[in-house]
């Protein structure tokens, strides 16, 4: 059986197709003059829509953020395809992240809490070394203590880009859906979330996992070059 190809991240594929093209075509394209309300739409839609499918199709591989990124990329263009009421979108914007933020501390009642699935997990840090060397230094559940306050920091990081993404959506979508100017100020919507919100949540992020790897370095006295996975 032929095994699927490895998944790389490529960021800026990523931020052109699903946040640049969609942005111009909106912003540009949806004029009468050119493809019209419904068409910008529609094919500003498809890049990112397209560019999940196939990313999960390639790869074979399940991800819920990527189906959850999926499901807002359908939820848009239902409301702009019917002309829904524009609070929609603002909700819509805001359910996505505060989901994922539930699901973060729904997950540390199960035995697989999602702060491991995204930051300690084998694919970024050698979690067979620190967990022999916790276990050496009888400091389990000190790290597990500190685990689920970094859940909580995580959670909390999901709840400001919900907030984020409500007052953004309210602020900039005030037309009517299912016109160009709808379109217009949705591509604008796409185009500002990313340095707006997009990027203090991954500063978020990143400080929380500055602060897991601080808490892996004082109870395990490990250097951040061994609490990195290494390349095999």
Do not use: C
């Not at 699927?4 to 009468?32: A, N, Y």
């Not at 839609?45 to 953020?65: D, H, M, S, T, V």
């Not at 009421?85 to 540390?108: Q, Y």
């Amino acid at each position: 059986m032929k095994s699927s190809p490895t998944h790389k991240p490529r960021p800026l594929v990523d931020l052109v197709v699903s946040i640049v093209l969609p942005s111009f075509v909106l912003m540009k394209l949806s004029g009468e003059d050119a493809l019209g309300a419904s068409g910008g739409l529609i094919v500003a839609l498809a890049f990112p829509l397209g560019w999940g499918l196939f990313e999960l199709i390639r790869y074979r591989k399940f991800n819920f953020i990527a189906l959850l990124g999926l499901v807002s990329v359908l939820l848009t263009g239902g409301i702009g395809l019917f002309e829904l009421d524009t609070k929609w979108l603002a909700i819509k914007e805001a359910a996505i992240p505060a989901v994922i933020g539930i699901a973060v501390l729904v997950s540390t009642f199960t035995p697989y809490p999602l702060v491991k699935a995204l930051l300690f997990n084998p694919d970024i840090m050698d979690v067979e070394k620190i967990q022999q060397r916790l276990a050496e230094h009888n400091s389990g559940a000190a790290f597990e203590a500190r685990l689920l306050k970094a859940t909580y920091f995580i959670a909390g990081s999901f709840a400001f880009s919900a907030t984020m993404n409500y007052i953004l959506a309210k602020w900039l979508v005030t037309s009517p859906a299912g016109t160009s100017a709808f379109n217009e100020e949705l591509g604008q919507l796409t185009l500002y979330s990313y340095p707006m919100i997009a990027l203090p949540s991954m500063v978020m992020m990143m400080a929380v996992f500055y602060y897991l790897w601080r808490t892996i370095h004082s109870l395990t006295g490990l250097e951040l070059e061994e609490v990195l996975a290494s390349k095999k």
